[in-house]
Nanobody
Framework: QVQVVESGGGSVQPGGSLRLSCAAS????????MGWYRQAPEKGRELVAVAVGGGGITNYGDSVKGRFTISKDNAKNTVYLQMDSLKPEDTAVYYC?????????????WGQGTQVTVSS
């Protein structure tokens, strides 16, 4: 089993910054990617950022490009999301996603979510 634990959410004013962390532990047998998704009230879950493999390959949602940066500490199986120039529309619950691949099987694990609120 894999445990995924997020931290770092909170409240910030528009234009401010926050840093989220996500640590994966347990049976990490073949880590494919670690990333972040978010879900605002009455909206679907959307991709924020993902780091594939060792973190050299990254992908960002269009709404956060240029403002958010994902990074990965492979030794700690931890991924970070640096969020700058935050906007009220970034308010959401942020979920960490961990994908493991074994042969042809894919295993998805999710954290419990951390609230980010951007408001003046």
């Amino acid at each position: 089993q894999v445990q995924v634990v997020e931290s770092g959410g909170g409240s910030v004013q528009p234009g401010g910054s926050l840093r989220l962390s996500c640590a994966a532990s347990g049976s990490i047998f073949s880590l494919y990617s670690m990333g972040w998704y978010r879900q605002a009230p009455e909206k679907g879950r959307e991709l924020v950022a993902v780091a594939v493999g060792g973190g050299g390959i990254t992908n960002y949602g269009d709404s956060v490009k240029g403002r958010f940066t994902i990074s990965k500490d492979n030794a700690k199986n931890t991924v970070y999301l640096q969020m700058d120039s935050l906007k009220p529309e970034d308010t959401a619950v942020y979920y960490c996603n961990v994908i493991l691949i074994e042969g042809s099987k894919r295993f998805d694990y999710w954290g419990q979510g951390t609230q980010v609120t951007v408001s003046s």
